[in-house]
T-cell receptor, first 111, second 114 residues
Framework: KNEVEQSPQNLTAQEGEFITINCSYSVGISALHWLQQHPGGGIVSLFMLSSGKKKHGRLIATINIQEKHSSLHITASHPRDSAVYICAVRSQSGGAQKLVFGQGTRLTINP | EAGVAQSPRYKIIEKRQSVAFWCNPISGHATLYWYQQILGQGPKLLIQFQNNGVVDDSQLPKDRFSAERLKGVDSTLKIQPAKLEDSAVYLC????????????FGPGTRLTVL
């Protein structure tokens, strides 16, 4: 079992729909990141969370430390939101901090 | 501010050949990471440098992979000899000491091993 699990793996929706992507993890963490990866490989950091909730534009990220679970929400989704969304947790291993990534959720928003 | 640069963007080689990737991090970023991302999976850390020293290379297949960052700036990752299962996108990222938690990623090098 992976240390970071995302669901769903693939999600297709119509423009305007409310989108939720989930991330569960099994290790102790100091922070959780949500990243966006567009075709061609470039990765952009969306959020870094250690507790509570953050909002940026139409994107909202929440984390529940007790339940080891985080969600990424997109309101009023748009075709340009189509990308792979990756959850990554920062954990301590062997004296160094490292990021452990989920497998990603491929989101497609149709016009 | 220029981003993380990587080259080449694409590379196709035959198995048992050698290949090298280059990364130039954001100016002033002390920490540099190499990740391997196999199709359909999230990135996996191969090696992490702090300046020119290795912090974590526990997941680097050292029998065939090597990496260096001699002057604490740009870095090269080499595979010798390549196997079919090395086909992946190789991502380089960097972070500053001050903003350790935020990593900036390069565009990646897509490697296909035939």
């Amino acid at each position: 079992k992976n240390e970071v699990e995302q669901s769903p793996q693939n999600l297709t929706a119509q423009e305007g729909e409310f989108i939720t992507i989930n991330c569960s993890y099994s290790v102790g963490i100091s922070a959780l990141h949500w990243l966006q990866q567009h075709p061609g490989g470039g990765i952009v950091s969306l959020f870094m969370l250690s507790s509570g909730k953050k909002k940026h534009g139409r994107l909202i990220a929440t984390i529940n430390i007790q339940e080891k679970h985080s969600s990424l929400h997109i309101t009023a989704s748009h075709p340009r939101d189509s990308a792979v969304y990756i959850c990554a947790v920062r954990s301590q291993s062997g004296g160094a901090q490292k990021l452990v990534f989920g497998q990603g959720t491929r989101l497609t928003i149709n016009p | 501010e220029a981003g993380v640069a990587q080259s080449p963007r694409y590379k196709i080689i035959e198995k048992r050949q050698s290949v090298a990737f280059w990364c130039n991090p954001i100016s002033g970023h002390a920490t540099l990471y190499w990740y391997q991302q196999i199709l359909g999976q999230g990135p996996k850390l191969l090696i992490q440098f702090q300046n020119n020293g290795v912090v974590d290379d526990s997941q680097l297949p050292k029998d065939r992979f090597s990496a260096e960052r001699l002057k604490g700036v740009d870095s090269t990752l080499k595979i010798q000899p390549a196997k079919l299962e090395d086909s992946a996108v190789y991502l380089c990222a960097s972070s500053s000491r001050q903003a350790y938690n935020e990593q900036f990623f390069g565009p990646g090098t897509r490697l296909t091993v035939l």
